[in-house]
């Protein structure tokens, strides 16, 4: 072996232009892989701080009556099926041990009403409680006016990307209640006319939600402008509200209403499918004798007064909080549930370290499956939509330029080497002459190529860690949407860990043996006879 690498090292030397042609491929190809997978990992790991850490978890709930898994950018704003389910669901991922936390919230777009005939602008609304959320996504939101709303507070926070997107629409100026016009936070837009600039603490909002007649307008008031402190120009179209508003804009129960003691005669009623009215009159008649006058019966009568405020949409909210049909009473609720009763459209769920999202999936699935509970999970890729999607399109072909840098740097090398064989013909074939076995020469071909690989390919992975690890210091940043996502966030953050390294002089490796291949065959196939010829 000393002998194979000292006589390796001979030839390095005398071929000094082939050597240092070869050597700076393997330079090159070094530095591109490593900085390639420093670009891969820092993208990885700020998409699952900035998405999964930050906004929506690793795991998301929603109803099974949902079309379509997307429901973070749904197309052409499309509403979320509504879950009513809670503390059932509750129940369930309390039992799951390799869940970590969850945050039930509301999400669904909104019309954002204009007060001086504008065109009315549009925005995400987000409900949940705001206490809880702090506790999902600790440090996601940077107060940038006002404050954060409290427990118990019905108010709004408004990102400082939405807030310049409705002035567009509305033509006034979003600033918290109880604060002042900052200069330095207005847009150019908002600037160039601030003589002249209209502001306000409220925003009007209807909720946009299929299938429910009672959406409403709600005024919230701005308790604080907010910044996503990562890819705020996506997340920034969220407004995020307290759960009780957000469901009474979406036209949903709420967990303060009380639900309405329904008669087992009008539960019929309202439950009816058909609008027949001849058919109350057949032989299976709604109205029924009375066997027993109770107290308050009307004079004359021989049923009781029904209650007062009995319409579908309190039956609705009778079965939203577990009301049998055909009792004449609701079913109370036992025990506190986190995140309270009412409707939400998804749960957000985080999982412990270490837990593969395949199995945490199937495993969630089955159990609410099993106990009927009309929800089902998704992984964060695929409920955040066409975000997830280009996240992982662009970390694969990140990929696929390694792969091709790889390719190329083998085929290059692979050309170089099989032409520095050709030309030492004599020189092999002096040394098959007297006496060197094909396996010596190709393991010095071999040796030639390791050693130029090591020398040159590693100070190229030097120089790429080196570049990986100066790069943050200039705090490269973008407003570009599809660049935030290359980055993982706002600011360009290419991160190597030993991992990283070690598949990185793998790769090198691979390519070293691959390259030299072909060219050893060429050099063992070299005889005494193709020397002479050749001469």
Known sequence: MKLLLTIAWRNILRHKGKSLVIGAILFLGALLMTAGNGVISG?????????????????????DKQKSDNILFEFMAATIE???SYPQIAEILSRQSYVERYLPVGKNGALVLSENEATPGFAYLIGA????????FPGSLNVVEGGMIEPGEKALLVPTFAREKLYDYLNYWLIPQGGSLIKENLSKDALENIDSLAVSTTVVMMGMSSG???????RFTVKGIVKFNALNQIFGHFCIADIESYRECLGYFTSSQKTAEVPREEQKLLDMETEDLDSLFGTDAMVVPNTR??????????????????????????????????SDSPVPQTGAVPGGTGTYNAVFIKLKPGVSYREAVGRLNRALSESNSGVRAVTWNKASGPIGSMAIIIKSALFLFVTLLFCVAVIIIVNTL?????????????MRAIGARKSFIGGMFLGETAILSALFGGVGVLVGILAVKLVPLFRITSANDMVQILYGGDTFHPLLGVSDITLTVVQLAVVTVIAALYPMKVARGITPLDAITRD
């Open 418 to 430: 099989t032409m520095a064989a050709l030309e030492r013909t004599s020189e092999l074939g002096m």
């Open 212 to 218: 429910i007649n009672s959406t409403s307008d709600v």
């Open 82 to 84: 509504p879950i009513h």
């Open 129 to 136: 409680d705001l206490a809880e959320y702090q506790k999902m």
């Open 293 to 326: 006058k109770p107290s308050g019966a009307v004079p004359g009568g021989d049923r009781p007064v029904p209650p007062l405020s009995t319409n579908r949409g309190q039956s609705l909210a009778a079965r939203q909080t577990g009301a049998v049909p055909g």
């Open 43 to 63: 993208m990885s790991a700020g998409v699952e701080k900035n998405i999964v850490n930050g906004f929506m978890g690793d795991i998301v709930l929603m109803s």
